[in-house]
């Protein structure tokens, strides 16, 4: 199982059974998935709480606080992608211009803003392009990319170790698994 | 092998994990959302009533919202998140509040990571976060579990709850004496669940295996990779926990 929305799809899974008439022992589920057993055994853990949740009166004032919490949330991302992939790489174009002129999807401009994409593996070309649809020198393109990503919106979790960025991909394994750009797209990358 | 699936003009795009769909009611939603103008859509979605006719349901805003920003229409999207944010934030409250953090601050804290982690997910357009477009209430449910579980663990580790002990500086000794075989009974297993946010993990899982799953002592150590003993220590701890709870209570 692929870790994130296989989980997701357990997770219902094993939600939807607790709720039946005669729910399927936790036993059988680690038997089934013994290697989300840690996963199992948190969630039966939780699960008395989190039945609770669902019964607590409404409280007007801490709603408030929370809503003002998850508007801040969204105000940063909203900052981010708003201002910083309008300003330093596109200064006037929206992404999906960008996108077009670059011949590649929003996701990968998405990708390239967040320096999330290795700099050794972008092509000469691919910067060259940006520096010529951002007016730029190829300098500032190179001086911007080449710098450690950039963690994502709001990710200032709190943990005992430091957050750490996302492991940076090679481009052209980004190109090739990138679900919006059309195979001639595509084929353009690979071949340089 | 090509992963794009093709696009039909008018049709939602297939999910991206072979043998996952979202349900048909949200396909027909998607479906009259893509033909509308960012402010229909916009209007639509502000509409809060659940039973009402029009409602869109949260997964197909996630699906519009992607879909917009894949267009660049970031505005749009960033509006679409902020009415997801305002239609969660009761839920997200409720399942932060049954955990009693006991510092408002990391109550506060919490509710930011758990949107956080929304936003990063609304915007990821890969099959990592497509299940947001199936279940998004059981994806919310899992990402707030996750968040508070981690902030219960720093909140105790600022608010050291008071040593077990017999008011005298003697810690007993438990592990061998411990002997309540007896299982909470169902109502009893009701009422208790709101005290078993005042649990360590380890002594919270310990003990919803003993009296929630009647697992056997055997069973939960060797599961849990621990000793017979620990399970014992583990539940008397929890027991004496809870029975200063109830003291507290009564």
């Given at each position: 199982m692929e870790k994130t929305h296989d989980l997701d799809m357990l997770f219902a899974q094993w939600s939807a059974d607790r709720q039946a008439a005669a729910p399927t022992p936790l036993r059988i589920w680690l038997d089934r998935y013994p290697e989300h057993a840690a996963d199992l055994l948190q969630w039966a853990a939780?699960?008395?709480?989190?039945?609770?949740?669902?019964?607590?009166?409404?409280?007007?004032?801490?709603?408030?606080?929370?809503?003002?919490?998850?508007?801040?949330?969204?105000?940063?991302?909203?900052?981010?992608?708003?201002?910083?992939?309008?300003?330093?790489?596109?200064?006037?174009?929206?992404?999906?211009?960008?996108?077009?002129?670059?011949?590649?999807?929003?996701p990968l401009v998405f990708k390239l803003e967040r320096r999330l994409l290795s700099f050794a593996s972008l092509p000469a070309v691919l910067i060259d392009?940006?520096?010529?649809?951002?007016?730029?020198?190829?300098?500032?393109?190179?001086?911007?990319?080449?710098?450690?990503?950039?963690?994502?919106?709001?990710?200032?979790?709190?943990?005992?170790?430091?957050p750490k960025a996302v492991r940076q991909q090679d481009f052209l394994q980004a190109v090739r698994t990138d679900h919006e750009m059309t195979e001639e797209q595509k084929a353009f990358w690979s071949k340089i | 092998m090509d992963e794009r699936q093709p696009l039909v003009p008018g049709l939602p795009r297939p999910l991206q994990t072979a043998g996952r769909c979202r349900e048909v009611d949200v396909e027909e939603q998607i479906c009259a959302?893509?033909?509308?103008?960012?402010?229909?859509?916009?209007?639509?979605?502000?509409?809060?009533?659940?039973?009402?006719?029009?409602?869109?349901?949260?997964?197909?805003l996630v699906y519009m919202l992607r879909e917009k920003a894949r267009h660049g229409d970031m505005h749009t999207a960033g509006d679409l998140a902020e009415l997801l944010v305002k239609r969660c934030s009761p839920f997200v409250h409720k399942h932060i509040a049954a955990w009693k953090l006991r510092s408002p601050s990391h109550v506060e804290e919490c509710a930011f990571d758990v949107f956080s982690r929304l936003m990063q997910d609304l915007f990821e357009f890969g099959p990592s976060s497509e299940f947001w477009e199936v279940r998004f209430w059981v994806c919310l449910k899992r990402r707030v579990l996750n968040c508070v579980q981690k902030y219960q663990g720093v909140d105790r580790h600022e608010f050291q709850p008071d040593p077990l002990d017999d008011g005298k500086g003697h810690q007993t000794d438990v592990m061998e004496t411990w002997a309540d075989t007896r299982r909470l009974t169902p109502q009893e297993r009701m009422e208790i669940r709101e005290a078993l946010a005042l649990l360590p993990d380890k002594e919270r899982l310990t003990f919803v295996l003993w009296h929630?799953?009647?697992?056997?002592?055997?069973?939960?150590?060797?599961?849990l990779q621990i000793s017979d003993r620990a399970v014992r220590y583990r539940l008397e701890r929890a027991e004496e926990r809870l029975a200063a709870w109830r003291a507290g209570q009564s």
């Open positions: 939780q699960a008395p709480l989190a039945d609770r949740a669902e019964t607590l009166y409404t409280d007007p004032e801490g709603e408030a606080r929370t809503l003002a919490a998850g508007l801040k949330a969204v105000a940063e991302f909203r900052a981010r992608y708003e201002t910083s992939l309008t300003s330093l790489l596109t200064r006037g174009l929206n992404a999906t211009s960008l996108a077009e002129r670059l011949s590649l999807s929003v392009r940006l520096a010529e649809a951002l007016q730029v020198t190829e300098r500032q393109v190179r001086d911007y990319l080449n710098q450690p990503p950039t963690l994502a919106a709001g990710a200032n979790y709190r943990a005992d170790s430091a | 959302l893509l033909s509308v103008s960012s402010a229909e859509l916009k209007r639509r979605a502000q509409m809060a009533d659940r039973a009402a006719p029009g409602f869109v349901k949260e997964e197909a929630y799953e009647e697992w056997t002592q055997e069973e939960i150590a060797r599961h």
